[in-house]
């Protein structure tokens, strides 16, 4: 039986684990080449071997989505290596939540510099190549992009920008076959929350997650598939995944 992703390329970002990791791992599955992307480059190297043992055509490119040059070098890299560019998966971002009351102020320009600009970033580096083949742009963004909650205003923020963007492009480009996907996650079980550096909002996430079965990086690979295996006349444009625990 024919895989559904058989001759396409696809370039993921934040590759390196959570839902780059398995996205990465789900489109291999499906029979596409996938060039993985991210600043761990030993992590990449790691990923790079478990699916060249399953029988990937993989590329381990470095890339920090909030340097304009390394996007740009990153896609070109990516396509030189494997010939050409079908899907992209804009999953690299950071989720620093905390009150905006005496915030630390670096916080919001890394969510800023991360999760705006460098989709932003990679997307205009890899539209020409999407627009010649007509392909998938899949922009990761979170539910955090349609509700807003005490004490993740400036990531809120960060996640509205990206849905917004993503809109005003998919009616850009839409009639040039380019269909561009916006998944928004709720609460998934990854590294993300590790990396808070607010003390009180750390641990409340943490209480959060203990709390409920939070979704779990393949499901919403799942949901990735899922929009890129369409038919050519079907664009997916809004996936909303909360865990079944999770009210808001």
């Known amino acids: 039986m024919a895989r559904k992703l058989e001759g396409k390329v696809a370039l993921v970002t934040g590759a390196s684990s959570g839902i780059g990791e398995a996205t990465a791992i789900a489109l291999a599955?499906?029979?596409?080449?996938v060039a993985i992307?991210?600043?761990?480059?030993e992590r990449?190297?790691?990923?790079?071997?478990?699916?060249e043992a399953g029988g990937a055509r993989v590329f381990a490119v470095p890339l920090d989505v909030t340097d304009?040059?390394?996007?740009?070098?990153?896609?070109?890299?990516?396509?030189?290596?494997?010939?050409r560019l079908d899907i992209v998966i804009n999953n690299a971002g950071v989720m620093l939540l905390g009150p905006i009351v005496d915030a630390d102020t670096e916080d919001w320009r890394r969510m800023i510099n991360t999760n705006v600009l460098g989709v932003m970033y990679v997307t205009h580096a890899a539209l020409p190549h999407l627009?010649?083949?007509?392909?998938?742009?899949?922009?990761?963004?979170s539910v955090a992009g349609r509700m807003a909650r005490v004490g993740s205003g400036a990531y809120n923020a960060s996640k509205w920008a990206v849905?917004?963007?993503?809109?005003?492009?998919?009616?850009?480009?839409?009639?040039?076959?380019?269909?561009?996907?916006?998944i928004e996650p709720g609460a998934v079980a990854t590294e993300l929350q590790s990396h808070i550096t607010h003390p009180g909002a750390k641990a409340a996430l943490e209480k959060r997650l203990a709390e409920m079965r939070p979704l779990q990086?393949?499901?919403?690979?799942?949901?990735?598939?899922?929009?890129?295996?369409?038919?050519?006349?079907?664009?997916?444009?809004?996936?909303?995944?909360?865990?079944?625990?999770?009210?808001?």
């Open 68 to 83: 304009e040059a390394s996007a740009d070098t990153a896609v070109e890299q990516a396509v030189a290596e494997l010939g």
């Open 131 to 141: 627009l010649k083949e007509g392909g998938d742009l899949v922009q990761m963004s």
């Open 163 to 182: 849905n917004a963007f993503s809109e005003s492009l998919r009616q850009e480009v839409t009639s040039r076959g380019v269909r561009v996907t916006l």
């Open 217 to 248: 990086a393949v499901d919403i690979a799942n949901a990735v598939l899922y929009s890129v295996t369409q038919p050519p006349h079907v664009s997916i444009n809004e996936i909303l995944v909360r865990p079944t625990d999770q009210e808001q």
């Open 37 to 41: 992307a991210a600043r761990r480059t």
């Open 29 to 33: 599955a499906e029979g596409a080449a």
């Open 44 to 51: 990449l190297e790691a990923l790079r071997a478990k699916l």
